[in-house]
Nanobody, 126 residues
Framework: QVQLVESGGGLVQAGGSLRLSCAAS????????MGWFRQAPDKEREFVAA????????SYADSVKGRFTISRDKAKNIVYLQMNSLKPDDTAVYYC???????????????????WGQGTQVTVSS
């Protein structure tokens, strides 16, 4: 399996922005879809956003629509998550994941991803 490495997390005030990046430790992702998930303390991991690697089609959780943008740089093999208008509720560990196919419903389920990063902490202060 491809090892994924996230970066870009940190501490930010409410209303601020962060950009997360996800890269493969070696070579390419080898995935048809890339997703971002997050897990807050004492909560289950939840879907944030996904993108079809070839099509560029995207999906978002309702809680982040209009504030977060997922994108990919095919030449650099990097997936980004631009997070604007951050809220304290966005505080979580954010995980990058790679899946074998993209679909607007399929990609919402973490069980459809077979490669995961170690996560990067995002903390939003009020």
């Amino acid at each position: 399996q491809v090892q994924l490495v996230e970066s870009g997390g940190g501490l930010v005030q409410a209303g601020g922005s962060l950009r997360l990046s996800c890269a493969a430790s070696e070579g390419t992702f080898g995935s048809a879809a890339m997703g971002w998930f997050r897990q807050a303390p004492d909560k289950e991991r939840e879907f944030v956003a996904a993108i079809g690697w070839g099509s560029g089609r995207t999906s978002y959780a309702d809680s982040v629509k209009g504030r977060f943008t997922i994108s990919r740089d095919k030449a650099k093999n990097i997936v980004y998550l631009q997070m604007n208008s951050l809220k304290p509720d966005d505080t979580a560990v954010y995980y990058c994941a790679g899946g074998q196919s993209y679909g607007p419903v399929w990609s919402l389920d973490s069980r459809n991803y077979n490669s995961w990063g170690q996560g990067t902490q995002v903390t939003v202060s009020s």
